[in-house]
């Protein structure tokens, strides 16, 4: 079958665009509490829609009971768990690169996101195919992931996203710091002096100290030597 939801086996049965009134018996059955109760935390899926949308047909229920049986799962639901937080680490890092002002951290942010959306999207269809799937809905969406994880178009952005990182991870700068000036150098070869100092200290090591790390907070935002940094990096 064509895929179109895992809700819906026709399509023009979705929610249309906008909200959905409650039905009037929500309130006096407490059903609107059920509903808030539900979709708690989860309100970046815009979910209340759905149940203000009752199924009128049996070929419909029996659609979306077949999905939700499937579900039931264990091993599938913590593979759509995963995709899902994976997901949502995407929107994170597109919503963090339009906040940022720098045009390169920009890009490196979007990079990020297109990275983590390959990567969910193998993943997603890897675990769907290693179990056996029941339902008409979840294996028509399987069908439709994997052919677009097989698209020319999302092969063409999975292989860009490798080229990037492993271009960008190639390259090596150095930082001279004189005062208040600061060069920036192609790196050269020039001695890696953190492993000096900590060659030096290894004779005073006495076993395995206790670790009292403290992860800082620190703006997303490159501050405006940083920015000049980059953009000589860039440059060279």
Not at 62 to 80: K, P, S
Not at 147 to 159: F, I, N
Not at 181 to 210: I, K, M, N
Request: proline residues 4%.
């Amino acid at each position: 079958m064509t895929f179109s939801s895992i809700l819906f086996p026709n399509p023009l049965d979705r929610p249309p665009d906008g909200r959905v009134a409650a039905p009037r018996c929500f309130a006096d059955l407490n059903l609107d509490q059920i509903v808030a109760a539900v979709t708690a935390g989860k309100e970046e899926y815009d979910l209340i829609p759905f149940f203000h949308m009752p199924l009128r047909d049996l070929n419909s229920v029996a659609y979306r009971h077949d999905v939700l049986r499937d579900l039931e799962g264990a091993e599938l639901f913590g593979y759509l768990g995963v995709f899902a937080r994976s997901m949502r680490a995407v929107r994170d890092h597109l919503a963090q690169a339009r906040k940022l002002h720098h045009p390169l951290q920009q890009q490196a942010w979007y990079l990020a996101a297109a990275d983590l959306y390959c990567d969910a999207a193998a993943q997603l269809v890897h675990d769907l195919q290693s179990i056996r799937l029941y339902s008409n809905g979840l294996g028509a969406f399987l069908a439709y992931l994997g052919d677009h994880t097989a698209s020319a178009a999302h092969q063409s952005l999975c292989q860009d996203v490798v080229h990037l990182k492993t271009g960008l991870a190639a390259i090596g700068y150095c930082v001279f710091i004189r005062g208040t000036t600061v060069d920036v150098r192609l790196y050269e070869g020039e001695p890696d002096h953190s492993a000096d100092v900590l060659a030096t200290f290894e004779r005073f090591r006495q076993g395995e100290a206790q670790g009292y790390k403290f992860d800082f907070s620190e703006p997303a935002d490159v501050n405006h030597i940083e920015g000049q940094i980059l953009d000589r990096v860039a440059l060279l």
